[in-house]
């Protein structure tokens, strides 16, 4: 870390960043979370669900909020 705080920004940093790189990715690992089709579609539909409850991203009004805690929550989280 400190070795890279010296050279950021001089010739040494350049060099550095210089040589090979791999034209394409080999392999690409399975994606562990499989996700949920059904809030995905809902996304896609412009609604956001989460444990129930779901609202239209066009009609969300954070300056007055008239949805659960667990969904601000969850909101501010997305």
Same mark, same amino acid.
């Given at each position: 870390?400190?070795f890279h705080r010296?050279?950021?920004?001089?010739?040494?940093?350049g060099m550095r960043?210089?040589?090979?790189?791999?034209?394409?990715?080999?392999?690409?690992?399975?994606?562990?979370?499989?996700?949920? @089709?059904?809030?995905?579609?809902?996304?896609?539909?412009?609604?956001?669900?989460?444990?129930?409850?779901?609202? @239209?991203? @066009?009609?969300?009004?954070?300056?007055?909020?008239?949805?659960?805690? @667990?969904?601000?929550?969850?909101?501010?989280?997305?």
């Amino acid at each position: 870390e400190r070795f890279h705080r010296l050279t950021w920004r001089t010739p040494i940093h350049g060099m550095r960043l210089k040589g090979r790189h791999p034209l394409k990715l080999i392999a690409v690992p399975d994606d562990p979370f499989l996700g949920d @089709a059904r809030r995905g579609n809902a996304l896609l539909d412009g609604r956001l669900s989460f444990r129930g409850e779901s609202r @239209a991203i @066009a009609a969300l009004n954070l300056a007055k909020p008239d949805f659960s805690k @667990a969904f601000a929550e969850y909101l501010h989280g997305f």
